[in-house]
């Protein structure tokens, strides 16, 4: 096959001086590297796209691929991550991961947070703020960019006692992201990241233990967090609401649910990661799969696999 794989690096987005909070998301050249190495060495021809202007060029100067390796994450407005995959969806070219409704609707976590609730699955109460102002949430609240991932605008300050505390916040938060800001009841129980694969395959639930909020600083040094599978009762019931969620919100292909228990041990939906990480040695869902045994390979083969079967194609 024909595969076009569209991206974003560091290296694309650094000549626009960008802070490096604001360049957290994109991939490095070796995850490009694995990636496109793997594809080349099952027999396929990987045209190395880029990022989605690049896109719009070639799909304008009419080129077509037989399916697209999208990890696209964009860079500007509350749609970023779904520009690639809607994109793609006009021209009626095969992509691997969600769909474009799904990827617009996940980034968004208050959307997200809405839908599941509605569903019958637990996540906590949560107010969406574009300005400092009192909430009917009890203190303490955790309060995050509204629409970030890899742990942007969260870290040892996220967690407000008080309303003062949230003001700031809420006002810095604001003024860095330049979009609302999610304000939840803080959950102090154990952290979940639950790895799902294909229509539903969950590879395993992991506990993120770490003496610090688990955000963009934490994360860059992922070598001190302790990662390990956890296989006791509550960690059944965070896989089995992580589950629902995978089917309700319509993801597929690959991806993590992140969950955090409340006070009685109820895992609570945190947040929906339909685009996830794939560095071959950093990205928390990497980590998981290797945790359970599987390796970087394995898991970008059932990436593949899902997307082509979806696609009718055969891998």
Request: glycine share 8%; net charge negative; charged share 25%.
């Amino acid at each position: 096959m024909r595969i076009g794989f569209t991206y974003d690096t560091v290296a694309d987005w650094s000549a626009e001086n960008l802070s490096p909070e604001q360049l957290a998301e994109f991939d490095s050249v070796a995850t490009i590297d694995a990636i496109a190495g793997f594809l080349e060495r099952r027999g396929h021809i990987v045209d190395r796209i880029g990022r989605a202007r690049r896109l719009i060029a070639r799909l304008h100067g009419g080129d077509r691929w037989d399916i697209v390796f999208n990890i696209c994450e964009g860079q500007y407005g509350m749609g970023r991550e779904a520009l690639v995959s809607a994109l793609l969806e006009a021209e009626q070219i095969p992509f691997t991961f969600s769909d474009s409704v799904t990827l617009a609707l996940t980034l968004h976590k208050a959307y997200t947070k809405r839908i599941v609730r509605d569903a019958g699955l637990p996540t906590a109460p949560f107010a969406v703020l574009d300005q400092p102002e009192a909430t009917a949430l009890t203190f303490p609240v955790f309060a995050k960019p509204v629409a970030e991932g890899t742990g942007k605008g969260i870290g040892s300050g996220s967690c407000c006692t008080c309303q003062a505390d949230l003001d700031r916040l809420v006002t810095d938060l604001r003024s860095r992201f330049a979009q609302p800001v999610l304000v939840e009841t803080y959950l102090p129980g154990r952290e979940f990241t639950v790895g799902i694969v294909g229509d539903g395959e969950v590879i395993g639930v992991m506990q993120i233990e770490t003496p610090d909020v688990y955000g963009f600083d934490v994360k860059k040094h992922y070598e001190n967090v302790r990662y390990r599978l956890a296989d006791d009762a509550e960690a059944h019931k965070a896989g089995k609401i992580a589950l629902d969620a995978w089917h309700l919100l319509g993801c597929r292909d690959a991806g993590r649910v992140d969950l955090r228990s409340d006070a009685r041990g109820m895992p609570m939906i945190l947040e929906v990661n339909a685009l996830p990480g794939l560095h071959p040695v950093d990205s928390d869902l990497v980590i998981l799969a290797r945790n359970a045994g599987r390796d970087h390979d394995w898991l970008l083969d059932r990436i593949m696999r899902s997307a082509c079967t979806r696609a009718g194609l055969s891998w």
